[in-house]
């Protein structure tokens, strides 16, 4: 696994504009794994950003990077509570949402489309994809949108061009932790 994989998937979250990004990656080894994850922890520790794996099964991992404070915030959104609650979290603090959404990642037959409230979509885009399974959208970009469809189209343009920027530094040979914005946590 390489550092080159987080630039690319998650450029947004390490910028501080956008809540959490989601990438998939084989691995050699669960400890190859750990080693990587706690090395990102460790450069990230001051930067308001944490990295986790949700799921593990041949030889690929699912890996969650996001801003704990944008997900406190954003889990605390009176719609995307209810919407919580529909899909069974029983508590809401945020530990308590990743850990329910680590367990439904690995034992639901069907992917766990709530995960779109901790990547930082708009909670009726959420909803609307659960609500119609995907169909009937206003558009798609990075998530389907069944809401404001004005106000998701300029941020599908500020995170890819985010990622542009962003892998062209990297390229560039700037560091990982220089490209990652410090906010609070």
Same mark, same amino acid.
């Given at each position: ?20 990004? +989601? ?51 954003? +889990? ?40 779109? +409230? ?52 990297? +390229? ?14």
């Amino acid at each position: 696994m390489s550092e080159d994989l987080i630039i690319k998937h998650c450029s947004p979250t390490l910028a501080g504009i956008k809540t959490g990004n +989601l990438f998939s990656t084989n691995y050699n080894t669960k400890q190859e794994l750990k080693d990587f994850i706690a090395r990102l922890n460790r450069i990230f520790s001051n930067k308001g950003v944490q990295v986790i794996p949700l799921k593990f099964g041949n030889g690929r991992v699912l890996i969650y990077v996001f801003r704990p404070s944008l997900l406190a915030s954003d +889990l605390s959104d009176e719609y995307a509570c209810k919407l919580l609650k529909n899909q069974g979290y029983h508590s809401l603090d945020m530990n308590s949402c990743i850990a329910k959404l680590k367990q439904r990642v690995s034992t639901c037959t069907e992917f766990p489309h709530e995960i779109g +409230l901790f990547l930082g979509y708009p909670p009726e885009d959420v909803y609307g994809f659960i609500l119609h399974k995907g169909s009937g959208c206003k558009c798609a970009g990075l998530w389907k949108v069944y809401g404001d469809e004005e106000q998701a189209v300029k941020k599908f343009n500020k995170f890819r061009k985010c990622s542009d920027i962003y892998y062209s530094k990297w +390229l560039q040979g700037t560091t990982l932790q220089k490209l990652t914005v410090t906010t609070l946590k």
